[in-house]
């Protein structure tokens, strides 16, 4: 592990995301006629994956074999509809010697792994997959701020 014991610690924020892409046939299934409301035969697609991102990052140094353990102050994770399906966006924040970089991109890919479970069963769910799973977005430390260039 690298040593952060003569880091300062500072507010740290970092924000991922990840796009699930879901066959046509499977948007028509867990969208119908809920509208932006992502419901599966396992129920709410949203609030299941949004609790199981934050599960997902509040374990990253469990996971990740040389990822510092940190005191997250906070993990948000949004599920939202998106054309080609559904876009995770996770948020964390701690206030640390090192960055929440990796718990951002855990909550991300954990919430996208939940989604992808959830839709499974749908028709077309066997063909669903994960896209994009990148940092958007860090702030603190000795680097500042990075924002991800628009494409």
């Not at 040593?3 to 507010?11: F, L, P």
């Not at 951002?104 to 890919?109: C, D, E, R, V």
């Not at 077309?124 to 701020?145: A, D, F, I, P, Y």
Request: proline letters at 4%.
């Amino acid at each position: 592990m690298v040593d952060t014991a003569a880091k300062a610690v500072t507010q740290r924020i970092a924000v991922a995301e990840a796009l699930v892409v879901l066959p046509s046939e499977t948007l028509e299934a867990v969208y119908g006629e809920h509208g932006d409301a992502i419901v599966s035969s396992k129920g709410p697609v949203g609030s299941v994956a949004s609790l199981a991102g934050i599960q997902g990052a509040k374990a990253t140094s469990t996971l990740i074999p040389l990822c510092h353990p940190i005191s997250l102050s906070s993990v948000d994770v949004d599920v939202a509809a998106h054309t080609e399906g559904v876009l995770v966006t996770c948020t964390a924040r701690a206030a640390d010697r090192t960055g929440v970089e990796m718990e951002a991109l855990t909550g991300a890919s954990v919430a996208a792994l939940t989604v992808i479970d959830m839709c499974k069963g749908a028709p077309g769910g066997k063909g669903t997959e994960v896209r994009h799973v990148r940092l958007v977005r860090k702030e603190g430390g000795k680097s500042g701020t990075w924002v991800r260039p628009s494409e």
